[in-house]
C-alpha cells in the first residue's frame, strides 16, 4: 500500500487534537523547535535555518510518507506526525515531533495514538499487519512514548544512521495489529 500525499490524507480527532493535512503555513510554527538545536539532537541532520528551508525538507516530493500536524482547539501547531510504507506493502514506520510550546502535555500519546487507530483501520482497504519506529538510544522520551503505546523494542542497531551529531545507534520498536489496544483515542473526521 502507499499512502498518497495530501490528496487523500484523512483529518484525524482526538478530544483535544485535529491532526490535518500540512499546509506551508505551518512552517512558521514548526520552525520554532525543528529551528532549535537542541531540541533537534535526535533528528538525522541539523536544525533548519530558514522557512524555505524548512518547506523544502517538509514538502520534498521524493519523500514517499504523509504529514500530519497537530492543532490544539485554539489553531496552535502542536506537533508534526508522519507515516511512512516501509520495508513490506504491510508495514509502515511512524515519526513524530512535539513542539516545544506543548511539550509535556502528552501531544505525542495521544496524536500519534490516533495515527496508529487510523493506520490499523486499514485505509483505504489495505490490512497494515505492522507498525515501526526508530529511535536514537539516547532519546529517553521518546523510547518511553512508545512503550506506553505498546510497541516492543525488537532491536539494537549499533552505529546504525550517521547523523549531524555523527554515528548513533538506534532501538527498532514495532507494534503488531493483534497487539494494538484500539487507543480508542481518535476518531476519523
Known sequence: ???????????????????????????????????DPEQCRFLTRPAFGSESELWDWLADPSWPGQTWIAVDADGAVAGRFVAAPAHADDVFEIGYITLGSHQGQRVASECAGALIDHLFASPGGVSVRKITAE?????????RLLERLG????????????????????????????????????RIA
Open 151 to 186: 510497541f516492543t523494542r525488537e532491536a539494537t542497531l549499533r552505529e546504525h544512521e550517521e547523523t549531524h551529531i555523527g554515528l548513533c545507534d538506534v532501538h527498532w520498536y514495532g507494534l503488531l495489529a493483534r497487539e494494538w489496544n484500539g487507543g480508542s483515542a481518535s
Open 135 to 143: 529511535v536514537d538510544t539516547r532519546n529517553t522520551p521518546s523510547m
Open 1 to 35: 500500500m502507499r499512502i498518497s500525499r495530501v490528496a487523500d490524507l484523512p483529518v484525524l480527532s482526538t478530544a483535544r487534537f485535529t491532526l490535518r493535512p500540512l499546509q506551508r503555513e505551518d512552517t512558521g510554527a514548526l520552525l520554532t523547535t525543528l529551528g
